[in-house]
């Protein structure tokens, strides 16, 4: 199985400052089809998660430009601009390569 | 719009099983795969298994094989995830999520199975 970690497990932040999260795989995630299908999904208190961006750097409808998604192989990272109230949470990663599908273990963001 | 509604809370004894529901609506359900996922109380994502709409194909994790069967119901458009010899440890929320392009775009809103005697 690919495991994903993700650091920091928690990132307080101050409203309007820009956060960042890293995820890496144990192995590349690109596809024998060319894609590298990594994908990060927002998950709010109480709520189910929520897709946020897919294929490395792909906005999910719906989804504000705060948020962007880099990187390649085996890294990657997810940043959000200016942090509001609304993207309290966890974030996940979540390689879609094969299977079985795994996560990272989540990064809790939090208001400072 | 997309909707994935869910069963309600189930709690069940050790041993015993428990079969959940999703139904679907607001998309053509036989276009699309459904996951399920579960998070343990103040844990990570989980992967179960994935079925597709006609349910000839069927992918279940390893650690869940012989215990879990993942079923649909097509003229209801719901799919129904049983899961079998229940212990403490299967105590979770369980989410049905669309598979979209390899993601999961549309979730559940969850349904908490609690194992407890």
């Known amino acids: 199985d690919i495991v994903m970690t993700q650091t920091p497990l928690s990132s307080p932040v101050t409203l309007g400052q820009p956060a960042s999260i890293s995820c890496r795989s144990s192995?590349?995630?690109?596809?024998?089809?060319?894609?590298?299908?990594l994908s990060w999904l927002q998950q709010r208190p109480g709520q189910p998660p929520r897709l946020l961006i897919y294929?490395?750097?792909n906005r999910f409808s719906g989804v504000p430009d705060r948020f962007s998604g880099s990187g390649a192989g085996t890294d990657f990272t997810l940043k959000i601009s200016r942090v509001e109230p609304e993207d309290v949470g966890v974030y996940y990663c979540?390689?879609?390569?094969?299977?079985?599908?795994?996560f990272g273990q989540g990064t809790k963001v939090e208001i400072k | 719009q997309v909707l994935l509604v869910q069963s309600g809370t189930e709690v069940q004894k050790p041993g015993a099983s428990v079969k959940i529901s999703c139904k679907a609506s607001?998309?053509?359900?036989?276009?699309?795969?459904m996951h399920w996922v579960r998070q343990a109380p103040g844990q990570g994502l989980e992967w179960v298994g994935i079925?597709?709409?006609?349910?000839?194909?069927?992918s279940y994790a390893l650690k869940f094989q012989g215990r879990v069967t993942m079923t649909r119901d097509t003229s209801t458009s719901t799919v129904y995830m049983e899961l079998r010899s229940l212990r403490s440890e299967d105590t979770a929320v369980y989410y049905c999520?669309?598979?979209?392009?390899?993601?999961?775009?549309?979730w559940g809103q969850g349904t908490l199975v609690t194992v407890s005697s």
């Open positions: 607001g998309y053509t359900f036989s276009n699309f795969y």
């Open positions: 979540m390689q879609a390569t094969q299977f079985p599908r795994t």
């Open positions: 079925i597709n709409p006609t349910g000839d194909s069927i």
């Open positions: 999520a669309r598979a979209w392009n390899q993601y999961f775009d549309y």
């Open positions: 192995q590349s995630l690109e596809h024998s089809d060319g894609n590298t299908y």
């Open positions: 294929k490395i750097s």
